[in-house]
């Protein structure tokens, strides 16, 4: 069995916003690309055009349709629409690295990512039942566990620009949903976020101590009106000079 290490010295990890998250897959499939075409062996797909297709993903997202309770001011309230992305939140307190047999499951010292060897792996599948939140998922074609890297090939390449040296999922996103930082900083982006917005984590009670934060939705029903046409709408001018200045001022004395 693998150990996991006392302390490490920073905490990578990421921030979700599910307020800002729509829906759209851009992480799922900038994940996918980057992991398949770079990191390691490809991610497999099986019969992909046919009537059963299936796939090696390391970020997922899924959409949930949410009931909010009723109030007295609001008998039956509208439902709501979150989505929820998904992938390895690289705990502290790992079950999926002290459970791995041949110790292809591993937590780095030096940033806390959880990463696989995939040379050692033999994909027993021990890491996938261990893990409380279904990040691990095994390629077909390769015989072996997969699960989110942080892209550790992009954050630590010179070759590409500071700009790019993040978690492709955090650079695609076009909503901002997705944070990339160091969380044993506690005035890092991802930190002060987090206490700012109460960001929480997810399946406290399992005891793995996640990295990864998930900032909670705002409640849609509580936002003031916006008329999204009023800025087209207002006047751009009370006072207009020039020609139609003098054409409103020839106008009025007809």
Known sequence: MTTLPDNTEKKLG????????????????????????????PLSDQDPYGAAPSGT??????????????????????????????????????PCVTVCPTGASYKRV??????VNESDCIGCGLCAWACPYGAREKDEAEGVMKK????????????LEEVDRIPTCVRTCPSGARHFGDFADPDSHVSRLTAERGGMDLMPEMGTKPV???????????????????????????????????????????
Not at 221 to 245: H, K, Q, R, T
């Open 14 to 41: 990421l921030v979700i916003d599910l307020d800002t998250c729509v829906g759209c897959h851009a992480c799922v499939i900038s994940c996918k690309g980057w992991n398949t075409e770079n990191y390691g062996a």
């Open 57 to 94: 993903f390391l970020n997922r997202v899924h959409s949930y349709e949410v009931q909010p309770l009723a109030t007295s001011a609001k008998v039956q309230p509208p439902a709501q629409l979150f989505h929820f992305p998904k992938s390895c939140l690289h705990c502290e307190d790992a």
């Open 110 to 115: 030096e940033d806390g990512i959880v990463l």
């Open 148 to 159: 989110c890297t942080l892209c550790v090939d992009r954050i630590y390449n010179e070759n």
């Open 212 to 254: 990864n934060k998930y900032l909670p939705p705002r409640p849609k029903d509580a936002l003031s009106e916006i008329d999204v046409l009023a800025p087209y709408l207002a006047p751009v001018d009370e006072a207009p000079g020039g020609f139609l200045g003098w054409l409103d001022k020839t106008l009025e004395k007809l």
